[in-house]
Nanobody, 121 residues
Framework: QVQLVESGGGLVQPGGSLRLSCAAS????????MAWYRQAPGKQRELVAS???????NFADSVKGRFSISRDNAKNSVYLQMNSLKSEDTAVYYC???????????????WGQGTQVTVSS
């Protein structure tokens, strides 16, 4: 089983920056895609950014040019650098990791507990 620990959320003014971190631990064979999602009050959870094991990235249109995603495979960690933050970025941000317990088994997903990001003056 995989456990995820997220950190880095908080309160920031519009135009500011935050960096979210998510570290995976536990027993697994490998990790494939790592991603960040967010959920604002009254809205559905949405994909913010993802990065594959080969470092291919994908971003929601609303964050392109402002957010970047990276991973450190040695630390089983994924990071979300958020710049030029806007009030509409306010949400709970969740880490999601795709992993498997063995080479011939299917990948499964685990969610982090979520970290609050509030953009307000």
């Amino acid at each position: 089983q995989v456990q995820l620990v997220e950190s880095g959320g908080g309160l920031v003014q519009p135009g500011g920056s935050l960096r979210l971190s998510c570290a995976a631990s536990g027993r697994f064979y490998d990790i494939n895609t790592m991603a960040w999602y967010r959920q604002a009050p009254g809205k559905q959870r949405e994909l913010v950014a993802s990065i594959t094991s080969g470092s291919s990235t994908n971003f929601a249109d609303s964050v392109k040019g402002r957010f970047s995603i990276s991973r450190d495979n040695a630390k089983n960690s994924v990071y979300l650098q958020m710049n030029s933050l806007k009030s509409e970025d306010t949400a709970v941000y969740y880490c999601n990791v795709e992993w498997r317990i063995g080479p011939s088994l299917d990948y499964v997903h685990t969610w982090g507990q979520g970290t609050q990001v509030t953009v307000s003056s």
